[in-house]
């Protein structure tokens, strides 16, 4: 799984796919918030989603949709929509799909954003959610059997750099027709969970697909839709509707029409333009990062101070060395921690330059 990235077939692809129809090489900023239509029916087109054409910035724009499409292709997804940031995505994902009465199964530790929005803010909208380890197998086995709708999970966990068996978490969330939800924020092109079977894949594009902190930006792949689709299970019943009409695109849809739309965590176009001129150097930048980040760790956890300890899955007494070495053979991101030992010594460092 995942073993031999391409990372030239990344820096074509990220590289060529950024210009336009025009041969301008840079990507063109579309800041336009509203779009002029030739004629009534094809507004009405347009509003029924059945002529692809901008409508309205909050749900669509062409710089946006460029970036979509670049990403869509790096994840191996049929569509994305970018956002406002990258909780701007996860809000989206889980404000369209879920509603009160609904519980979500989170696995591993999360991003403090991500931990506040389950536990805190979909908490006061009525949706629970249960905590797991990431190889807690009983646990998550159980709430799958009892019909929950949506998992979320990072492909690397901060602070804890646990490293979870993505692909046996998949197959159990297809077993139980659950839609899993992952954030590959730490990944870009070393982990792609949409080709593995996951539904949803969600990035902070802030972070690593920028690289030069230059646009706050997030984004939602989505898998296509089938015909005997897992959507079409009885506790999705809300989402039939939209499933049945939009086929293969039914994800983006539904994300479009019920949170984007009302919500309105829309990209705006040079935010994106700036994503994607950082999209350009990912592959080059993901390589030497992941190189970077395990040579710092061996040199810091040869030279430690007592009391200190140095926590990455690449030094051979980390308890997911072996996941390590299989499933994330080229590397797992940017992060490492040092515990001190106090409450407060616990520091998550982020090697985003290109040392
Ligand atoms: C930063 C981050 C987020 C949130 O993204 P923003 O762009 O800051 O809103 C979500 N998940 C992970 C893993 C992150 O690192």
Request: hydrophobic content about 40%; charged content about 20%; some cysteine.
């Amino acid at each position: 799984m995942n073993k031999n990235i391409d990372f030239d077939y990344f820096n074509t692809l990220l590289v060529q796919s950024v210009g336009n129809r025009v041969g301008a090489i840079a990507p063109t900023i579309t800041p336009s918030a509203s779009f002029g239509y030739e004629d009534a029916q094809q507004a009405e087109g347009i509003f029924a989603g059945d002529v692809n054409l901008p409508l309205y910035a909050r749900v669509g724009n062409p710089t946006n949709a460029k970036l979509e499409s670049i990403v869509a292709d790096m994840e191996g997804g049929l569509g994305a929509i970018a956002t406002s940031s990258g909780m701007g995505a996860l809000s989206m994902v889980t404000t369209a799909i879920l509603g009160s009465g609904d519980e979500i199964l989170c696995i591993g530790g999360f991003f403090g954003g991500t931990y506040s929005l389950v536990n805190e803010t979909m908490k006061r909208f009525g949706v629970s959610n249960s905590f797991c380890d990431v190889d807690d197998y009983a646990h998550i086995e159980d709430r799958l059997k009892s019909g929950i709708k949506m998992v979320i999970i990072e492909s690397v966990g901060n602070p804890s750099l646990r490293l979870p068996k993505l692909q046996e978490i998949i197959d159990l969330c297809n077993k139980y027709e659950t839609i899993i939800v992952i954030d590959n924020t730490a990944t870009p092109i070393l982990i792609r969970p949409l080709t593995m079977g996951a539904d949803i894949v969600v990035h902070s594009s802030t972070k690593n697909m920028s690289g030069h902190s230059s646009a706050l930006g997030g984004i939602a792949v989505f898998r296509a839709v089938q015909e005997d689709d897992k959507l079409l299970n009885p506790k999705y019943a809300d989402m039939h509707k939209i499933v049945k009409k939009m086929g293969k695109k039914a994800l983006v849809a539904i994300c479009k029409k019920r949170a984007m739309r009302d919500m309105g965590m829309s990209a705006n176009a040079f935010g994106s333009f700036m994503t994607m001129i950082g999209l350009e150097t990912l592959a080059l930048r993901v390589e030497r990062v992941n190189k970077s980040v395990e040579m710092v760790a061996d040199i810091l956890d040869t030279n430690l101070p007592d009391g200190v300890t140095i926590n990455h899955p690449s030094l051979k007494e980390n308890p997911d060395y072996e996941i390590y070495k299989s499933d994330f053979a080229n590397g797992c991101g940017p992060l490492l921690t040092i515990d001190c030992g106090t409450k407060i010594g616990l520091l998550s460092y982020s090697i985003v330059s290109n040392w």
